[in-house]
């Protein structure tokens, strides 16, 4: 079956950068169609996108976080890094990995809080 | 970037009635291939959303068939026929015609 896990720092500081991994298994990004992409929530508020990346390396970014994102894909370790830059506490939130089929998000992480203060 | 609007954002629900969300984009969701890539995830408390509808109306596998979507263009909605329990939480729409993908602002569902 398909499962993915977020990993990467609970606790970053302003300005710093935050890199996150997710690991999955049970697919290959290396299939057509198949996509990983990064979804964030602020404690109690809605879902926002934040990046995708295809098993042919295209990839897309929010356009308002787009300067500060750079997502990449280890194909041969079964792994999507998302890296963003410049971290504020406006950032803190729970930031999901998930699994795409071309247009859908139809597995999803547990998730991990991710807490930006001094 | 398309704005998905959902109304309403609560809704209060008896056991064993029905509920209805209803999700407007800000331009239509057809995309170039004919295709309507609009989904409905559903977030229970303390946990990631999980996909139930996609492309309008199509259940995603293991969802139950009280869950149903309908809709087209600009306009679309989420039934659930006969709330249980289980579907207390908060309910997405999401769109995949056009990067960035966008969701809705979330419809909290409770029970009465």
């Known amino acids: 079956q398909i499962t993915l896990k977020e990993s990467g720092p609970t606790l970053v500081k302003p300005t710093q950068t935050l890199t996150l991994t997710c690991t999955f298994s049970?697919?290959?990004?290396?299939?057509?169609?198949?996509?990983v992409g990064w979804i964030r929530q602020p404690p109690g508020k809605a879902l926002e996108w934040l990046a995708l990346i295809y098993w042919d390396d295209d990839k897309r970014y929010s356009p308002s976080l787009k300067s500060r994102l750079t997502i990449t894909k280890d194909t041969s370790k079964n792994q999507v890094v998302l890296t963003m830059t410049n971290m504020d506490p406006v950032d803190t939130a729970t930031y999901y990995c998930?699994?795409?089929?071309?247009?859908?998000?139809?597995?999803w992480g547990q998730g991990t809080l991710v807490t930006v203060s001094s | 970037d398309i704005v998905m609007t959902q109304t309403p954002l609560s809704s209060p629900v008896t056991l064993g009635q029905p509920a209805s969300i209803s999700c407007r984009s800000s331009q239509s969701l057809v995309h170039s291939d004919g295709n309507t890539y609009l989904s409905w995830l559903q977030q229970r408390p303390g946990q990631p959303p999980r996909l139930l509808i996609y492309k309008i109306s199509n259940r995603f596998s293991g969802v139950p068939d009280r869950f149903s979507g309908s809709g087209a263009g600009t306009d679309f909605t989420l039934k659930i026929s006969r709330v249980e329990a289980e579907d207390v939480g908060v309910y997405y729409c999401?769109?995949?015609?056009?990067?960035?993908?966008?969701f809705g602002q979330g419809t909290k569902v409770e029970i009465k």
């Open positions: 998930a699994h795409s089929h071309w247009t859908l998000f139809d597995y």
């Open positions: 049970g697919f290959s990004l290396s299939t057509s169609g198949v996509g």
């Open positions: 999401m769109q995949a015609t056009q990067f960035p993908w966008t």
